[in-house]
T-cell receptor
Framework: NAGVTQTPKFRVLKTGQSMTLLCAQD?????MYWYRQDPGMGLRLIHY???????AKGEVPDGYNVSRLKKQNFLLGLESAAPSQTSVYFC?????????????FGQGTRLTVV | AQSVTQLGSHVSVSEGALVLLRCNYS??????LFWYVQYPNQGLQLLLK??????LVKGINGFEAEFKKSETSFHLTKPSAHMSDAAEYFC???????????FGTGTRLLVSP
């Protein structure tokens, strides 16, 4: 049972380069999220999706774009990477059932922009 | 907007001692509350969640948390720390509509022998 899988696990980019982070979940969840984790700041929501074909901005969306063409996949894109985007990125998914449902997290992608 | 505050970025305890990690939320309506744990180089996993069925919530690995509306708190405790409890702990909140999680800044628990 894979759960939430993120690709790649590590990446080094030069300033101005672009890249796409892939998140895949096999739990048939409606909701998917991208967070970034920085020391002393916890996890901050970048973008999220409530279903296939939908996306919405979170707390820190600038410099990122996302797409949810398939229910199981949620892509995070950096069009022109900046050193401020050096971070650990986590994808998560959860079901849309009523009540406090658990979010399942991937292992993270450690991105360094030089 | 919902938010949580975690007091203390680091907490140090000895093995066998009581663990207390603090979390306060800001909301006029009791939200959904969660505690997640992150072990080194891993993603987050759920420890426990407040469902409003009971104010004292029991989670995995012997952890529990008590919801106190009067204090807007949801502190995490464990009677006796184990070395394997060393990790970073995050309190999180979501409203009762769409469950977009908002995390606290985290507390790193250090356990010494």
């Amino acid at each position: 049972n894979a759960g939430v899988t993120q690709t790649p696990k590590f990446r080094v980019l030069k300033t101005g380069q672009s890249m796409t982070l892939l998140c895949a979940q096999d739990m048939n969840h409606e909701y998917m999220y991208w967070y970034r984790q920085d020391p002393g700041m916890g996890l901050r929501l970048i973008h999220y999706s409530v279903g296939e074909g939908t996306t919405a901005k979170g707390e820190v969306p600038d410099g990122y774009n996302v797409s949810r063409l398939k229910k199981q996949n949620f892509l995070l894109g950096l069009e022109s990477a900046a050193p401020s985007q050096t971070s650990v990125y986590f994808c998560a998914s959860s079901s849309s059932t009523r009540g406090p449902t658990e979010a399942f997290f991937g292992q993270g992608t450690r991105l360094t922009v030089v | 907007a919902q938010s949580v505050t975690q007091l203390g970025s680091h907490v140090s305890v000895s093995e066998g001692a009581l663990v207390l990690l603090r979390c306060n939320y800001s909301s006029s309506v009791p939200p959904y509350l969660f505690w997640y744990v992150q072990y080194p180089n891993q993603g987050l996993q759920l420890l426990l969640k407040y469902t409003s069925a009971a104010t004292l919530v029991k989670g995995i690995n012997g952890f529990e948390a008590e919801f106190k509306k009067s204090e807007t708190s949801f502190h995490l405790t464990k009677p006796s720390a184990h070395m394997s409890d060393a990790a970073e702990y995050f309190c999180a909140v979501s409203d009762r509509g769409f469950q977009k999680l908002v995390f606290g800044t985290g507390t790193r628990l250090l356990v010494s022998p």
